[in-house]
């Protein structure tokens, strides 16, 4: 029996979006005509006759009273105690159940790759959640009661939400209160200083907070596709903020939002562009050698970055940590579902026009990727139940998204569709075919059992294919909140231990469990690779990198 206590049924559908929160990580954007194709191939005539026996027994004896009728275990949209207590609205959730568990297995029985089985998964979750008794006024208990309780008034507020979101958020509802944020004032608050600035990005140095500080700096290497305050949100949830405190020389790179112009920045660009930012961290620390940490893409980068510096003979990367970072596209499931031929054609296109994939139709496509948790969960409490959006930073960061150059998005549809990074000499950067194996640095790697975006599998296979050392990190949550995990999260934990020589399954098996943050784990790991300690710089900065503005800077406010 699980020892760890529910969380109520507000706070499980906060935790709930924050696990599906995707943070704009796309390869290319969804084709909805491609989805039902691939929803198409997977039905079967025996699947379909088979579902249609099932459902033509079971629903008329749920509907009688004949059969049992069972509420869907967990489900948060029949938390209501309506359902429970009501016998008909405890038939409506249950046939409900039984035909929503069907219409999702037969997408199980066609034959077909992994990616159209995904694809098609997609298609039957966005159609079957959409059908949810619960997104109506009568088939939603709780709004009926509320509207009566508050002589409609709650409509009333759920029809002036609508039109709020309707005129502001293209339609989709809110997901997030945003007048309760402001990066700066209470996001990415960390003291620190610009020191160096490009067109593609601003370079933070942090404000130490210790007499010493580890002699090897940690660069932040973000997503170029996302704000990189996920690495710095709140107080007490700022990882910036407790590496700082532990005595690491924390650095990190903010990417600018690509203008209309930007659309031919590609992989190479922002390899480039790394680069450059690890000559000013050297240059102004005097180290020979630095750590980095990458994140879902950027940690892709970061792969690539540690194979290329191995083909050349360089060492300036001491060690490379990895959060949420797929490097085997081979393995079933997440981002590399929406990567297709027909996909990198029209990115293609637009790569050749310089175009930049918005922010907003980034949104939209992953939005659909979790429809319960992104979607239809925030309409029914918006625009049913007449409730202001929620406070929460994650979701706040999760809305703050910045645009893609189709350059990118082709490179990296690219390398998922050919799996070329895991592949030794698959794929040539900066001048240099890329061996993984060749990597003779060590390798933090991070990852989450629940990550629908990049499976910890995926990851897993990134761990054991790179060479040198490597501690492998596995949380119990998923793709952002892997990473977003402070020092005494309540029911946080993580395994970790053996040698990444076993496949994934033993691997977990035998790994320790620890209940708390990975990131003490983490800190101890990179300190102990950092040879000591050195009298914290007084100064942001030097003769030649002065300091240009506070952090955040203004490339995160869009400028």
Not at 42 to 71: D, K, M, N, Y
Not at 368 to 376: A, E, I, K, Y
Not at 489 to 503: I, L, Q
Request: charged share 25%; proline share 6%; aromatic share 8%.
């Amino acid at each position: 029996m699980s020892t760890e206590t529910e969380l109520p049924d507000e706070e499980q559908a906060l935790e709930a979006a924050a696990d599906a929160a995707l943070g704009g990580e796309l390869l290319s954007t969804l084709d909805p005509l491609l989805l039902m194709e691939s929803l198409a191939r997977t039905l079967t005539p025996a699947g379909l006759f088979r579902v249609s026996a099932s459902l033509a027994q079971q629903i008329p004896l749920i509907a009688l009273g004949l059969q049992p009728a069972e509420l869907p275990a967990k489900d948060l949209r029949f938390a209501d105690a309506t359902f429970g207590e009501n016998q008909f609205y405890r038939r409506i959730a249950a046939v409900y159940s039984v035909w929503e568990k069907e219409m999702m297995a037969l997408v199980e029985e066609g034959d077909v790759d992994w990616r159209t089985r995904e694809r098609a998964r997609m298609a039957m979750s966005a159609i079957t959640t959409a059908l949810a008794p619960t997104n109506t006024l009568p088939g939603n208990p709780e709004a009926l009661r509320l509207a009566v309780s508050t002589g409609g008034m709650s409509l009333v507020s759920g029809l002036m939400n609508f039109v709020r979101d309707l005129t502001t958020n293209r339609g989709y509802p809110a997901q997030v209160d945003k007048s309760a944020f402001e990066v700066g004032r209470n996001l990415a608050v960390t003291p620190g200083w610009v020191v160096h600035r490009t067109e593609m990005f601003e370079l933070i140095h942090y404000t130490p907070t210790e007499a010493q500080v580890g002699s090897v700096p940690m660069l932040l290497l973000p997503p170029p596709v996302n704000k990189y305050y996920f690495w710095d949100l709140a107080p007490g949830r700022s990882m910036i903020e407790y590496a700082v405190g532990r005595g690491v020389d924390m650095w990190t790179i903010v990417w600018r939002d690509p203008r209309e112009d930007n659309g031919d920045w590609g992989v190479e660009s922002y390899l480039t562009a790394c680069r450059e930012a690890v000559d000013v961290v050297l240059e102004v620390t005097g180290s020979d050698d630095l750590h980095m940490f990458g994140d879902c893409s950027g940690g892709m980068l970061l792969t690539m970055l540690l194979a290329h510096q191995a083909a050349i003979g360089e060492r300036r990367i001491r060690t490379g940590t990895m959060g949420v970072t797929v490097a085997d596209f081979g393995e079933p499931g997440g981002i590399g579902a929406t990567a297709s031929d027909r996909g990198l054609e029209k990115v293609r296109e637009r790569a050749e026009k310089k175009e930049v994939i918005s922010a907003d139709d980034i949104a939209k496509t992953f939005a659909w990727m979790r429809p319960n948790d992104l979607v239809w969960r925030y309409l029914v409490d918006e625009w049913l139940l007449g409730k202001k959006p929620p406070v929460f930073d994650i979701m706040y960061w999760n809305s703050d998204g910045q645009g893609m150059p189709a350059q990118f998005a082709y490179d990296m549809t690219r390398m998922s569709l050919d799996n070329s990074l895991i592949r030794p000499g698959g794929m040539t950067v900066l001048g240099t075919p890329l061996d993984l194996g060749a990597v003779d640095v060590d390798t933090y790697h991070v990852a989450g059992l629940t990550d629908h975006i990049s499976p910890w599998k995926g990851c897993y296979a990134g761990a054991r294919a790179i060479g040198g050392d490597a501690t492998f990190v596995l949380t119990p949550t998923g793709h952002v909140q892997s990473i977003i995990y402070p020092m005494g999260k309540r029911r946080a934990a993580f395994w970790s231990g053996p040698k990444v020589d076993v496949e994934a399954e033993a691997w977990h098996a035998a790994a320790q469990r620890t209940d708390d943050s990975w990131w003490e784990h983490w800190v101890d790991w990179v300190l102990e690779r950092s040879d000591g300690t050195r009298e914290a710089p007084a100064e942001p900065g030097n003769s030649k990198y002065q300091p240009i503005v506070p952090a955040p800077g203004r490339y995160v406010h869009g400028e």
